[in-house]
């Protein structure tokens, strides 16, 4: 069975992609930031994308990785940079140690 980690699983997009990957039979974990909660059958992985441990823990096992995770908009630019370049630098590190089979991002 197939198990994908989603990251921005309660965000806009994640948050409907999960279901639908749980209703056809994937396991699937999601990145999400702490007290923030998940469907049914997911299992929650909270944590910052900023942090490379969390997340070198949270692709080990998975065969795919969906990167949802963002931030949009905010009074303080430098989280913008934070979360979505060196967030996306963090996760692709961690993919990088680890044989999956392949990620999605977002365009």
Same mark, same amino acid.
Do not use: F, Y
């Given at each position: 069975?197939?198990?994908?980690?989603?990251?921005?699983?309660?965000?806009?997009?994640?948050?409907?992609?999960?279901?639908?990957?749980?209703?056809?039979?994937?396991?699937?974990?999601?990145?999400?930031? @702490?007290?923030?909660?998940?469907?049914?059958?997911?299992?929650?992985?909270?944590?910052?994308?900023?942090?490379? @441990?969390?997340?070198?823990?949270?692709?080990?096992?998975?065969?795919?990785?969906?990167?949802?995770?963002?931030?949009?908009?905010?009074?303080?630019?430098?989280?913008?940079? @934070?979360?979505?370049?060196?967030?996306?630098?963090?996760?692709? @590190?961690?993919?990088?140690?680890?044989?999956?089979?392949?990620?999605?991002?977002?365009?």
């Amino acid at each position: 069975m197939m198990t994908i980690l989603v990251t921005g699983g309660t965000g806009l997009v994640g948050s409907r992609l999960l279901p639908r990957l749980v209703a056809v039979g994937i396991h699937c974990r999601a990145l999400v930031r @702490a007290g923030k909660t998940v469907p049914p059958g997911v299992m929650a992985v909270q944590g910052d994308i900023l942090d490379p @441990a969390l997340l070198a823990a949270a692709v080990k096992g998975v065969d795919a990785v969906v990167h949802l995770a963002a931030v949009l908009r905010t009074p303080e630019p430098e989280k913008i940079w @934070a979360v979505n370049l060196e967030g996306a630098r963090n996760l692709i @590190a961690a993919v990088n140690n680890h044989d999956l089979h392949s990620v999605i991002l977002p365009l």
